[in-house]
């Protein structure tokens, strides 16, 4: 059965490069990144938590995408009993405290999106890092109203919806 054996050694394959899509790059590793579908032209956001394995502190300082034609790294503050998005320098991710990207947190912004981003599809993304240097992850697409971990649509200044 050496056929069967060596398609069974390919479905394992295969399975490992699944089960690794969540960008494994050492020392920092992303889990459950997610984005927003949301037509070309418009806004859409990133989200992951981001863990440390070093001991030393990095900070995401960047990140780019071929589906956005600018990508910025945005928090949101409470101004005056309003959430409003801010752009920040950078993303701290310490040692054993993973960096939590989410709606109406820290997040990654795709702005004016260059084609649709489609639910179910995934995009790449990659992060740049002070220490750990680049890292490409693939983002898979979910519906235009997913919250992610339950939280609703909030107020966003700049004219961003996401
Ligand atoms: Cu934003």
């Known amino acids: 059965?050496?056929?069967?054996?060596?398609?069974?050694?390919?479905?394992?394959?295969?399975?490992?490069?699944?089960?690794?899509?969540?960008?494994?790059?050492?020392?920092?590793?992303?889990?459950?990144?997610?984005?927003?579908?949301a037509l070309q032209g418009r806004t859409s956001a990133a989200y992951m938590t981001i863990e440390n394995t070093t001991d030393t502190l990095d900070r995401?300082?960047?990140?780019?995408?071929?589906?956005?034609?600018?990508?910025?790294?945005?928090?949101?503050?409470?101004?005056?009993?309003?959430?409003?998005?801010?752009?920040?320098?950078?993303?701290?991710?310490?040692?054993?405290?993973?960096?939590?990207?989410?709606?109406?947190?820290?997040?990654?912004?795709?702005?004016?999106?260059?084609?649709?981003l489609r639910q179910g599809e995934t995009i790449p993304l990659t992060l740049r890092f002070e220490r750990a240097g680049e890292v490409t992850v693939q983002v898979p697409v979910l519906a235009a109203g997913a919250t992610g971990h339950g939280h609703g649509h909030g107020q966003h200044g700049g004219g961003h919806r996401h």
Not at 11 to 16: N, T, V, W
Not at 19 to 31: F, G, N, Y
Request: proline content about 11%; charged content about 15%.
């Open 1 to 37: 059965m050496p056929t069967t054996r060596r398609l069974l050694l390919s479905a394992i394959a295969a399975l490992a490069g699944v089960a690794s899509t969540p960008a494994r790059a050492e020392p920092l590793v992303v889990h459950e990144p997610w984005a927003r579908a």
């Open 60 to 116: 995401l300082v960047a990140a780019a995408s071929p589906v956005a034609r600018v990508v910025e790294l945005h928090t949101h503050i409470l101004d005056g009993g309003v959430m409003r998005m801010r752009p920040v320098t950078a993303i701290e991710v310490n040692p054993g405290e993973p960096a939590v990207l989410r709606p109406g947190g820290l997040h990654i912004m795709l702005i004016d999106l260059a084609r649709p």
